[in-house]
Structure formats: structure tokens, C-alpha cells
């Protein structure tokens, strides 16, 4: 039973690891409707995906840490970053404003049903995707730490590099 389990786990891993970003429509933070293929595209570059919500400490406090570099992230590497919230029907409302209030510059996006973060295996939050210039999923983080964002970068300038990631 216990290989069984080893082989489901490490199948759903490699899954979501080395594979596309599934084709789900999301929101905007306006309310209009795009498709997540559209919005990894990055000319070759990598792409970071963030689910988040905004109830989780840890996610705010790593993307304020985010956004501290990610002038100098984008700069070094042509990376993207996109958050995805995936507050509810009720709450994601608010999420504009709360990523105005916080001067967020990345772009936010709305997954209010779940459908992405079901996609995408997403279990707890923060979880972070790193694309590579193809658009396939090469690395994938869950919590934060205070730190961990330089971890995340360096990832990121490997990526961008063409380097493989171990």
C-alpha cells in the first residue's frame, strides 16, 4: 500500500512539475475575463505565478518582499510575475483595493470559483509556480519564510539563463 501511495504522489508531482499551465478562464482585478494561457505568455521569459488570498499573512508578507525587488527582479531577468487570489465570490471584491493600498506593481488576478488553483494541484497558499521561457512549470514553492524570496530569485536567474533547475 505504502508503494502505491509513492507512486500516486510522485505521478501528481510530476504532473504539475515539468507540464503546462492549464488553458482556465480567471478575472482581472476589473472584472473582465482572461484566459491564463494569455496572460504566461512572456517572450521567452520567465514567468512567476503566486496564489494568494487575502486573509494569508505569509502571502501578503511575501509579496511585500516581492515587490521590494521586483523592479530589480524584472530588470535582471525580464521576469513576470503574476498573483493569483483566490478569494471567494464574497471577498474578492475587495482585492483591488487591498493591492492598491499595499502598491503591488504586478498584475492581480481573480480565481474566485477555484478553477486554476484546481488545475494547478494548488493546495495550501502561498504556492508559487516558476515558468520557464517555454511556459512549462520547472519549479514550485509552498509557504513563506521571511527570505525566501532571494531563494525564489535565484531560481528565477537560473531560469532565465537557461539553466536547469535541480
Known sequence: MKKIILIFSLVL?????????P?????????KSVNTKS???NNGKPVLICFWA?????????FNAINDEYDDWVDETG????????DDARSSNSVGAFVNARGWEFPVYLDPNGDFKRAMNV???PHTFLL???????WQHTSYLEGDEAKT???????AKGQAIK
Not at 530569485?153 to 531560469?159: A, D, G, L, T
Open 153 to 159: 530569485f535565484e531560481m528565477i536567474k537560473k531560469v
Open 132 to 138: 520557464d521561457k517555454n511556459g512549462k512549470v520547472v
Open 54 to 62: 487575502t486573509w494569508c499573512k505569509p502571502c501578503i508578507k511575501e
Open 123 to 125: 493546495g495550501d497558499i
Open 23 to 31: 488553458s482556465v478562464m480567471i478575472k482581472d482585478i476589473k472584472g
Open 39 to 41: 496572460i504566461t505568455q
Open 79 to 86: 521576469v513576470k510575475v503574476i498573483a493569483i487570489s483566490i
Open 13 to 21: 508531482f510530476f504532473s504539475t512539475v515539468f507540464s503546462q499551465v
